[in-house]
């Protein structure tokens, strides 16, 4: 690998891949990204004159300027984070779900395939395999759980790994495929449960908890989650899924209390609202396969993780508030419109 696409690189998940990517191997990165509100491109000002790093904005539903991106950049490599994902959104309106998760996924595909790349890896999530009972703890996700989806979020994301099966099957494409428990870290958009809580707490606003705030979900820190990307990149087996989690599961309440702990702040701040539909109960990961067969471990323990990233949101409040008011969305104008042709 020397070239790799990583599509969706200035979301949150992307632009915490890049920055690893350039700090820990060689290979050169073309980031392609069609800005969405949940692409930030003030989340990678800090590589953007790196020599390996590039951008391109462009749709991964734009199979001619995917085409154009691969061969100009004689790319090797593609790494698919492009995504809509959040859950709320998907339930507001799927369509956007459909096209990017899965049109996208597809077109990337036979981008990929028509031009003999080596390898192809997509990033999928945990929510692909539904909800788990609360109470048989000894039970979670392997890569064998049937598919089981309940949002139209996961229902997308799990049809383009199906797509990507059959790429494999079918195509003998290079395909891996990688399903990640719920992540938290620096840059994570304030929709999204740990960095909306922060950002409220740290405002003195009423914090809102879903139902009862008894649904569990499994954290890991973004970082290991790249590092697990990666490890997948250099070892996994073609045609193979790969769970990626913490084993650190959470009641979402207790999240919240943790966060108003830490930051001094009181629990009458927290307001139970009406449940989202549909909320899957409990999310739990096995990554045995992952450890076992390539040797990949999280480095970061839950209280160092969280202690970073409410660091991080503490000393980044520019960052989250001008996320929040839109404002960063004219980063992309001010810095690059002009030199992109
Ligand atoms: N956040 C999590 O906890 C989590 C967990 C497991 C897996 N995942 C998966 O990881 C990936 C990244 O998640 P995230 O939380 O960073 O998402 P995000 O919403 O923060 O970022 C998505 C990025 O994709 C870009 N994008 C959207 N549509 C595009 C399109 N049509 N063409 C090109 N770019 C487009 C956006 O501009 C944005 O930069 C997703 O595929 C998601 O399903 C996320």
């Known amino acids: 690998m020397k070239n790799i696409l990583v599509t969706g690189g200035a979301g949150f998940i992307g632009s915490n891949f890049v ?3 350039l700090k820990n191997y060689d290979w050169n990165i073309v980031n392609y990204d069609k800005l969405t509100y949940a692409g930030n491109l003030e989340n990678l000002s800090d590589v953007e004159k790196n020599q390996r790093y590039k951008f391109v904005k462009g749709d991964i539903c734009d199979e001619k300027k ?53 390898k192809f890896l997509q990033v999928s999530t945990d929510e692909v395999y539904g909800s788990l009972p609360e ?20 229902a997308s994301k ?12 079918t195509h003998k494409l290079p395909v891996l495929i990688t399903r990640c428990s719920n ?38 820190f973004v970082e290991d989650h790249c590092s697990g990307i990666c490890t997948v990149l250099e070892k ?24 108003l702990k830490l ?15 549909g909320h899957d109960r409990r999310y739990a990961i096995d990554s045995s396969k992952i450890q076992n067969e390539l040797g990949w471990k999280p480095a970061n323990v839950f209280e ?8 991080w949101y503490r000393e980044n409040e520019q960052w989250w508030k001008k996320v929040m008011s839109g404002e960063y969305m004219k980063y992309y104008e001010q810095n690059y419109a002009h030199k992109i042709v």
């Open 19 to 21: 920055k690893y990517v």
């Open 66 to 118: 995917v085409e154009f991106t691969v061969s100009e950049n004689d790319v090797d490599t593609i790494v698919n984070f492009a995504a809509e994902s959040h859950v709320d959104r998907s339930i507001l309106g799927s369509r956007e779900f459909v096209i990017t998760n899965i049109v996208g996924t597809q077109v990337l595909l036979d981008v990929f395939k028509n031009n003999n790349l080596e």
């Open 135 to 154: 109470n048989q703890k000894e039970l979670k996700f392997t890569e064998n759980t049937p598919l089981n989806t309940s949002s139209p979020y996961s």
């Open 158 to 169: 799990a049809s383009a790994d199906l797509l990507c099966n059959s790429y494999f099957h």
């Open 183 to 220: 992540n938290y870290g620096p840059y994570q958009f304030p929709e999204k449960l740990i960095p909306l809580m922060l950002a409220k707490a740290l405002n003195d606003e009423n914090l809102p908890v879903y139902g009862d705030g008894k649904n569990i979900r499994d954290w890991l």
């Open 236 to 259: 996994g087996k073609f045609g193979e899924v790969y769970n990626i989690g913490g084993n650190n599961e959470w009641f979402n309440i207790d999240i919240v209390k943790l966060i």
């Open 263 to 277: 930051l001094g702040k009181p629990e009458s701040l927290i307001t139970f609202v009406k449940d989202r539909p």
């Open 304 to 311: 160092d993780g969280i202690s970073k990233t409410i660091k």
